[in-house]
């Protein structure tokens, strides 16, 4: 499972700093809370499933302790590596899950606006720094506009994907996996982040993302509970996925679907 990752890909690569030296710990027997742990770069604990106690809520539980409850699977390693490249958006994000639950008297059937927004972000958002050229067909869906005709454009833009479930679906990636891009443009004067690193010393020289900061202080409530994103199928970056180089790639409707109101003219 954990030896299919390939820390070349440009979707992974972002994350091979923290990723590649908690992979090697996993390798050699350690459990992923350990693997994790061991960096000392999260502003959490990695703890045991187990140890989350019966009718508290995940979040609530981070919230009041800093442990987080982690099994041994992809989804909560990436849920790690996250925390360690992003820990003020990710202490944003729970603290805001925190007092809406607080605030809704628990854990509730619905999760309402804001939680189902937060728990998508969580999951499945990417971050997007592109030229405007690029964001006005993304938001509009002109895929072929997006992908084709502005495809040289890319090389001045930079996606980062944030949600640890879309890192853990493109483990073994296929078509029609879709991030939802938050809708505010990173700004260009930010710059990239290292993306590799070949031991420990140097994960601690890089290891918060250059992004995260300025993240965190733009997550407004209100907002967020419009649900601020706009789809993206992300084999379809240019550079992401050979097959994309045919423009023929971008005829699926199926995957590359227009905006609603095309569809209905």
């Known amino acids: 499972m954990y030896g299919d990752m390939d820390w070349h890909q440009p979707w992974l690569a972002p994350w091979q700093a923290v990723g590649l ?18 960096a ?43 925390w360690m490249r992003f820990p003020a958006t990710k ?9 809406a639950i607080a605030q809704a008297g628990g854990v509730q059937a619905t999760r309402g606006p804001l939680r189902d927004t937060l728990t998508l972000f969580d999951e499945n958002t990417a971050l997007l720094q592109a030229p405007e050229p690029l964001w006005q067909a993304l938001q509009q869906r002109d895929w072929y506009a997006l992908c084709v005709t502005h495809r040289a454009l890319w090389a ?17 990636p296929y078509k029609s996996i879709t991030a939802h891009v938050l809708c505010l443009p990173v700004p260009l004067e930010l710059g990239p982040p290292p993306l590799h690193a070949n ?9 918060s993302h250059p992004w995260d900061a300025w993240l965190a202080q733009q997550l407004a409530p209100d907002w967020l509970a419009r649900k601020p994103f706009t789809p993206l199928p992300v084999l379809g970056v240019p550079g992401w996925w050979p097959a994309n180089a045919d423009p023929a790639f971008y005829a699926d409707a199926q995957v590359f679907r227009p905006a609603r109101a095309a569809s209905a003219a």
Not at 21 to 38: E, F, K, M, S, W
Not at 156 to 172: D, M, P, S, T, Y
């Open 156 to 172: 001045q833009a930079r996606l980062v994907l944030f949600g640890h479930a879309l890192l853990e679906k493109l483990v073994a």
């Open 21 to 38: 030296p908690a992979q090697g710990r996993i390798h050699a027997g350690a459990a992923v809370r350990d693997a994790l742990n061991a």
């Open 199 to 207: 031991a420990d010393t140097a994960i601690c020289q890089s290891a």
């Open 40 to 82: 000392a770069l999260a502003p959490v604990r990695f703890i045991p499933q187990a140890d989350l106690p019966a009718g508290v809520a995940y979040e609530s539980h981070i919230f009041a302790t800093g442990g987080v409850p982690t099994r041994d699977n992809l989804h909560d390693f990436f849920n790690g590596l996250v």
């Open 91 to 99: 202490r944003r994000l729970n603290v805001l899950q925190a007092q």
